[in-house]
């Protein structure tokens, strides 16, 4: 079986040495100890696992790993610059948009996908492109929120 | 592992505090200062330290599952300590450093909990002063506490000078004197969550992440049908594959519907143990005859203890088993040390609880088990057991090495309990002028938990009937409140419209309970209910009541088109006392309001011959954005009144508020949860 022995994520090369057939979900939790990425279904229904993928947001449960070597991949772990959160990070923080916090890493990347396509959503916009993730905890109004406020701050991307 | 006994020698000089339960507190002479050495009494609830350095410890048993105890909880030791909320550390849910606790349900954290660490925490100010006074040698009300200092006429001391070289420990009874609500400073404020930042930025190890050296992967076969008993078991092709280890052992303790045998694959990494899980060859012997998703609310009546109970005026009603769905699934990494003691990181609502199952089940003394238990993806009342603690301390057992198990969605939506099942019958009689003269109410496996109504009635019948629950249930959000209150509401709401009177001031004539009446009064005006004006497709309902030392109202507002049934507004009024977190409070609301939509609406477990169907995300339907209504909270702040839990109660009055606007809106009475799975018919 085809082996992929190298990752671009969050900006380094990291060794591995995985069948291409994997998810990525599980080279970045179990190989590389990036576990802010999180698992919620493994069939794309609840986005907990949103990753950024040459800037586009992807659910790596259905993604294979062979088919994003040599792929620029940002997880909520490369999302902070430093000690300077990303502005959607910040934003969630200061909207409290978030209980048990499971939802959380995937539902940011999600939104900044979300602001790469559309710098100033309306809230239905917010709406329909957030509804494919879930946040059982319920903080949907506050997450909705938290995006309002990251557009309107701008910022980069 | 370390014991509890190391552990308070490890901690070195400065200030321990515990709290212990009144009654103890007496005998063992409570309120004096102990010696260095004196032991820990029993029956401690908490306690507090204060290090050489300064640093601020909490212990507490209780855990952070979403509903934000690790912040209420330090804002409590601030308020009292006169600190700054950063400058503390909680230690949760470690059943080696933390003292015992029952569990975190029943909204128990903020009653009980809440006030015995501010109770730790003033004892031990009142120490610091006692410290400076004797220090100084001034007057004790001279003294102030402020900011992590102690201070008195142009004296100032850090909170680590004053105990330096000492060890000083107090014991104090339940009934220590506290700050009351008019002053708190820290404690009524929003005070934001305490890690938030590591959530943020994934840097929060949460039991699904946890990974220890030389760690292997986990699996479990489970049988197809519930119930189905093991008759072979072929395991040579995977064992076969590299690495890859088959373990079959026995449970001790009752698994209902797993059967007796785990069996097991353990393995160097997911992928090749769920490789190695699918080669396992099992045959089994099928269950014939179990009752299914339809056909279960005859079952409750057919197998109630004691009989059912036939009348013909009662109306039936049933609420369906949900899915807690915890985001993240149960989890569990198990690791044995030499000595054959066991540290098993997972997370439960129960620490102590999954503490004693696993001494149990595994045969070994219950201080040879820690159970640590990271702040978790949220319970809802779900993770009150260790099924994943006990399955992967016998994977490791068998291996001699640490064990992951994660559970799949899957096995969450299968092997996890339900929020039980319920059929309930319901008859009232109501005079013209709209006087509530007669009550029965009979209740079939859903439970007690706010079963008994709010509203004056002379004659009433409340009754539960326990009858045999096909699937495994447990604790839910609210337990069978929702049910009650969702069966409750709506006939209220029938009994209003059979004599023709506005369903709020029917109940407000049959009700007396103040904190009732004005949540649902403060409910209504916010909405706006008397100036209401109804369209084609639109409705409007309400609905309120109280358990658990909150009391809770709901107006909604829906559209019916074509059949789809859309929540458009929201407003719940609740009350739980003197509001300790507001900003969190409101959280946890409007989080009700957002899940209690899913079983209000759509969501149910279908099962029918011993399978769930609805064992998947894709066909178990949870609330989305889209399906959000806009949530107005309105928070009755009772300064006056001890602050009571509030994580369940606010999801007890949605379901029937949307049920009666359901009916506004369409003139069709849904007496069934969740009412529109797939839309309405007919309208
Ligand atoms: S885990 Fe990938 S979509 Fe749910
Ligand atoms: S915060 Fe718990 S799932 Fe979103």
Known sequence: MARITQLDVNGAKRRIDADADRTLLSVLRDDLDLTGTKYGCGEGQCAACTVLIDGQPTKSCLTKVGTVAGKRIVTIEGLAREAELHPVQQAFLDAEAMQCGWCTPGMILGAVGLLQRTPHPTDAEIVSGMNGHICRCGTYPRIVAAVREAAKKGGRA | ?683
């Not at chain 2, 994934?202 to 220890?212: Q, T």
């Open chain 2, 1 to 683: 592992m370390i014991s509890r006994r190391d552990f308070f020698a490890m901690l070195g000089g400065g200030i321990v505090v515990w709290m212990v339960d009144d009654a103890d507190a007496q005998e063992s002479g409570g309120g004096a200062r102990r010696g260095m050495n004196q032991a820990m009494p029993e029956q401690v609830s908490a306690w507090l330290h204060i290090g050489e350095e300064g640093t601020v410890t909490a212990y507490t048993g209780k855990v952070e599952v979403g509903q934000n105890a690790r912040t209420s909880l330090t804002q409590a030791v601030a308020e009292e300590l006169r600190v700054p909320v950063a400058s503390i550390r909680m230690i949760m849910g470690d059943t080696t450093l933390t003292p015992f606790d029952m569990g975190t349900f029943g909204s128990q954290t903020t009653p009980r909990m809440w006030p015995q660490m501010r109770k730790a925490a003033a004892a031990a100010r009142e120490m610091l002063v006692d410290l400076a006074a004797q220090k100084w040698m001034v007057d004790r009300a001279s003294i102030q506490v402020a900011d992590g200092k102690v201070t008195a006429a142009g004296k100032s001391a850090g909170f680590g000078e004053l105990t330096q070289g000492q060890k000083l420990t107090r014991t104090i009874p339940a009934s220590e004197a506290l700050t009351p609500a008019a002053q708190w400073k820290v404690a009524g404020t929003s005070v934001p969550k305490i890690n938030g930042r590591e959530m943020v930025t994934g840097a929060h190890k949460y039991a699904y992440d946890v990974k220890r050296p030389g760690m292997l992967y986990g699996k479990v076969l489970y049988p197809p049908q519930f119930g189905a008993r093991l008759v072979s078991l072929d395991s040579s092709a995977a064992e076969q594959i590299p690495g890859v280890k088959v373990v079959r052992d026995t449970f001790q303790i009752g698994r209902e519907g797993a059967g007796p045998d785990l069996v097991g694959v353990v393995a160097p990494d997911p992928q090749t143990a769920d490789r190695a899980l699918a080669a396992l060859k099992a045959q089994w012997k099928p269950v014939t005859g179990a009752t299914n998703s339809k056909d279960v609310y005859a079952h409750f009546k057919q197998t109630a203890r004691g009989g059912a109970v036939e009348s013909p005026g009662l109306v039936p009603y049933t609420v369906a088993y949900i899915a807690h769905t915890p985001l993240e699934p149960r989890a569990a990494v198990a690791e044995w040390d030499a000595g054959g003691k066991l540290t098993v990181w997972t997370g439960t609502q129960r620490p102590f609880g999954v503490k004693s199952e696993l001494a149990q089940d595994l045969g070994i003394p219950e201080d040879h088990v820690q159970v640590l238990m990271p702040d978790t993806g949220s319970g809802y009342g779900g993770k009150h057991n260790g099924d994943a603690a006990v399955e992967a301390a016998r994977l490791a057992k068998a291996v001699g090495k640490p064990v992951k198990r994660n559970w799949t969605r899957e096995e969450e939506l299968t092997w996890a309990y339900f929020r039980p099942g319920g059929l309930i019958e319901v008859a009232g009689k109501v005079t013209p002028d709209g006087t509530l003269t007669h009550w029965e109410f009979h209740n079939y496996n859903s439970g007690p938990s706010g079963l008994q109504t709010p509203y004056e009635v002379a004659d009433k019948k409340e009754q539960v009937h326990q009858a045999d629950s096909p699937l495994r249930q447990g604790s839910y959000r609210g337990l069978a409140g929702t049910a009650n209150h969702f069966v409750r509401e709506s006939y209220m709401d029938e009994l209003a419209h059979s004599v023709k009177i506005d369903p709020l001031e029917f109940r407000l004539k049959n009700l007396k309970n103040e904190r009732v009446r004005n949540v649902l009064m403060a409910a209504a005006d916010k909405f706006g209910w008397k100036g209401r004006k109804k369209t084609a497709g639109h409705g409007f309902g309400l609905a309120a009541g109280m358990e658990k030392g909150g009391y809770i109202a709901a107006v909604a507002e829906v559209s019916v088109t074509a059949g789809a049934v859309k929540v458009l507004r929201v407003v719940q009024a609740f009350e739980c006392g003197a509001v300790v977190n507001p900003e969190q409070l409101r959280n946890q609301v409007d989080g009700a309001v957002a899940m209690g939509l899913g079983g209000a609406l759509f969501e149910q477990i279908e099962f029918a011959d011993g399978k769930i169907q609805t064992n998947r995300l894709s066909r178990y339907r949870v609330p989305r954005f889209a399906d959000m209504p806009v949530i107005e909270t309105v928070l009755v702040d009772r300064k006056d009144l001890v602050s009571a839990g509030a994580g369940e109660t606010p999801i007890m009055a949605l379901a029937p508020a949307i049920g009666n606007a359901i009916f506004d809106a369409t003139g069709q009475r849904l007496r069934s949860m969740p009412m529109a799975p797939k839309g309405l018919t007919g309208v």
